[in-house]
């Protein structure tokens, strides 16, 4: 069974910074591609990030301005966000989700449970 | 922007049929995405493709699309299809990925 789970979520000050990661079974993670998405509390979902099969393509969404950092270890099945510069804002839960492609991110069949963020003083 | 728009909410009674659109520029040009979402549950996907349906979801579900909205149709609506439903797509040049707002579906 295809399955990724999420780890490193906390409590964080403003300003601080946070590694989360993803951890990936059941299927051979270099060949595909893989997103964060987030969901603060009582919100919607927002796209993160995203990183090719390979991990030598990555995409942020703008808003993020260079904060985070999404990288994978592919001889550890391993999915990564480094948040740095965090804010209030940023507080949410973050999930972690598979592509059906190595390149072509956009649709993402399996997610995990989700790891929760809360940045505050 | 490129974020599509959906309605915040829809309600119906059980058995009826709901429509839950999703409008943007980019869609038409790029393939959409839903998902279905109950509460403190990772999201599910439930169409992919526009239109097509993953193994697994019931048939119930389905999804068209017409110009620049694309709708998620739900027929014999049931208490369990209760939940967020949200629309996913990509920009224009299909460098990014986007949400709608999403919808939370009440069944009366």
């Known amino acids: 069974e295809m399955q990724v789970l999420e780890s490193g979520g906390g409590l964080v000050q403003p300003g601080g910074s946070l590694r989360l990661s993803c951890a990936a079974s059941?299927?051979?993670?270099?060949?595909?591609?893989m997103s964060w998405v987030r969901q603060a509390p009582g919100k919607g979902l927002e796209w993160v990030s995203s990183?090719?099969?390979?991990?030598?393509?990555?995409y942020h969404a703008d808003s993020l301005k260079g904060r985070f950092t999404m990288s994978r270890d592919n001889s550890k099945n391993t999915l990564f966000l480094q948040m740095n510069t965090m804010r209030a804002e940023d507080t949410a839960v973050y999930y972690c989700?598979?592509?059906?492609?190595?390149?072509?991110?956009?649709?993402?069949?399996?997610w995990g449970k989700g790891t929760t963020v809360t940045v505050s003083s | 922007s490129d974020e599509p728009t959906q309605p915040p909410s829809v309600s119906v009674s059980p058995g009826q049929t709901a429509r839950i659109t999703c409008s943007g520029d980019a869609l038409g040009k790029q393939y959409s995405y839903w998902y279905q979402q109950k509460p403190g549950q990772a999201p599910v996907v439930i169409i992919y493709?526009?239109?097509e349906r993953p193994s697994g979801i019931p048939e119930r579900f389905s999804g068209s699309i017409s110009g620049t909205t694309v709708t998620l149709t739900i027929s014999g609506v049931q208490a369990e299809d209760e939940a967020d439903y949200y629309c996913q797509s990509a920009d224009s040049d299909g460098t990014y990925i986007v949400f709608g707002g999403g919808t939370k579906l009440t069944v009366l």
């Open positions: 493709k526009d239109t």
């Open positions: 990183i090719s099969g390979s991990g030598a393509s990555t």
């Open positions: 989700a598979k592509a059906v492609a190595g390149t072509n991110f956009f649709y993402m069949d399996v």
């Open positions: 059941g299927f051979t993670f270099r060949k595909y591609a």
